[in-house]
């Protein structure tokens, strides 16, 4: 049954509606737009303005900004199989990158990368995956010999280890490390290698050699802690960060949702109810912390499907409350709740937060890792994901452009409609 409203309630719920509506126009109207993707992106999806009005001045705007970091899937084989991992099972894929140039294909990209100082990162190259082979080590210690202002960063599951004299044989630094941690042991295990029940140790292990590998912190160099959020390990979020602040030397502690990809995650989605109570944790964590003088931790929203979970446990006003205090910076949305931040990241902009090259030296897009590597190279299947081959001689700032018009084309546009109608519903309900 709907809610019985007298009259003069539905009349005041309207106007107050209608004020909100007047304030956002308002903004949008005076906004003086910084000349930022995200500054568009936040006059559609926050402010209301129609799409087709700032679409042009959005994506030409959206071209102007290649990312300065590029993320590279050296291997699609893992040694682990996670319950929520993204990827597929699958072979290696070294022939592929050895037939494809991949160290010629990065060389070229990497001497392009802005080294304008706005950058929030600096020409970088993330080793997305899946899992570190000496050949990478050989790889990414020749990028940083021919340019060396380019910071290097892995993201691991503790398997590096396997290969550490090989690292120190070719003094390859690291400028950060990133390893993934999603509870206690039996958690951790349980998500991570149900069977084995091997991954834990392997984790505890990276964190425990890292500073071998990676630059100090007085340097710059940072080792940071992932956290997946699932139905398994939604209520070991604070346990996690105690057991990682007196075990390791983390500077930062990522809480990321899972948002499932595979039929085979669904039955460990986290609702909203595990969203917000993952995100409780952060925030005690945040007021036991209040010094900074522990690591930080980092409550991260992927998309707009967790955004709409994480918002659908608060109620109508401290939603709206929410989204005015938003501010951005570069390609991420920062809300403050309960003086905690919450920072989410709009699909529709996917092309300002990474350029990702897959293992056979192609140009792809969000998402595409949920395919085997044969799958994507089958075109017909899922040519949307691919946006080109590329080749030691391709040119960054054209091969960008052709990612953003690819991906508006496909995706971003019907994500940022999406977007817009979330935020919409959220504030003038
Ligand atoms: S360690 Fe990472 S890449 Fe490997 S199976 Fe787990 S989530 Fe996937």
């Keep these: 049954m709907r809610p019985a409203f007298s009259k003069k309630v539905k009349l005041c719920i309207i106007f107050e509606n209608f004020l909100q509506q007047f304030a956002y126009l308002k903004t949008v109207m005076n906004m003086e737009l910084q000349n930022k993707s995200i500054d568009y992106w936040h006059a559609i999806a926050i402010g209301g303005a129609s799409i087709s009005s700032y679409e042009e001045s959005l994506l030409s705007q959206m071209k102007k900004e290649p990312p300065s970091r590029i993320s590279v899937i050296f291997e699609r084989e893992c040694n682990l199989h996670c319950n929520h991992c993204l990827y597929q099972n699958e072979h290696s894929s070294q022939e592929f990158s050895q037939h494809a ?36 080590i050989e790889v990414l210690n020749r990028i ?8 290097i960063g892995l993201i691991d599951n503790g398997s590096y280890v396997k290969y550490i004299d090989f690292f120190k044989t070719k003094c390859l630094i690291l400028d950060w490390l990133d390893i993934s941690c999603d509870g206690p042991e039996y958690i951790h295990n349980l998500q991570r290698d149900p069977k084995r029940r091997t ?31 699932t139905t ?32 085979r995650n669904f039955s460990i989605s986290p609702t909203s109810k ?26 991260k929203l992927y998309g707009i499907e967790q955004f709409q979970k994480f918002v659908d446990t608060m109620d109508v006003r401290a939603v709206k ?24 990241y709009p699909t529709s902009l996917w092309p300002q937060n990474e350029f990702l090259i897959d293992a056979d030296g192609a140009q792809r897009v969000a998402y595409s890792q949920k395919y085997t590597l044969n799958q994507l ?27 953003v018009k690819h991906w508006w084309r496909v995706f971003g546009r019907k994500t940022i409609e999406y977007e817009k109608d ?5 504030l003038f309900s």
């Design 144 to 151: 940083k010999e021919r340019t060396d202002d380019v910071k």
């Design 422 to 426: 979330v935020f919409q519903r959220r």
């Design 274 to 299: 595990h969203i917000f109570h993952a995100f409780e944790q952060v925030l005690s964590i945040n007021k036991q912390n209040r010094f900074n003088i522990k690591p930080l931790v980092f409550f």
């Design 101 to 136: 140039g991949l160290e010629m294909i990065l060389n070229n990209i990497m001497q392009q990368l802005s080294r304008n100082s706005e950058h929030q990162y600096g020409p970088s190259l993330l080793h997305a995956g899946r899992t570190i082979l000496p050949w990478h």
């Design 199 to 229: 991954a834990y140790s392997q984790m505890l292990n990276g964190f425990k050699h890292a500073a071998e590998i990676v630059q100090s912190k007085v340097l710059g160099g940072s080792l940071n802690a992932l956290f997946t959020v």
């Design 232 to 263: 398994l390990n939604y209520d070991f979020v604070e346990q996690t960060y105690k057991m990682l602040s007196n075990e390791t030397d983390i500077s930062t502690l990522h809480v990321t949702p899972m948002t499932p990809y595979h039929p």
């Design 321 to 344: 409350d929410m989204i005015n205090t938003m501010r951005v910076s570069q390609e991420v949305a920062i809300f403050n709740v309960n003086g905690c931040n919450v920072y989410f």
């Design 377 to 403: 190279q089958d075109k017909a299947a899922t040519g949307v994901y691919t946006v080109q081959q590329l080749s030691p001689a391709s040119d960054y700032q054209e091969a960008h452009e052709a990612g």
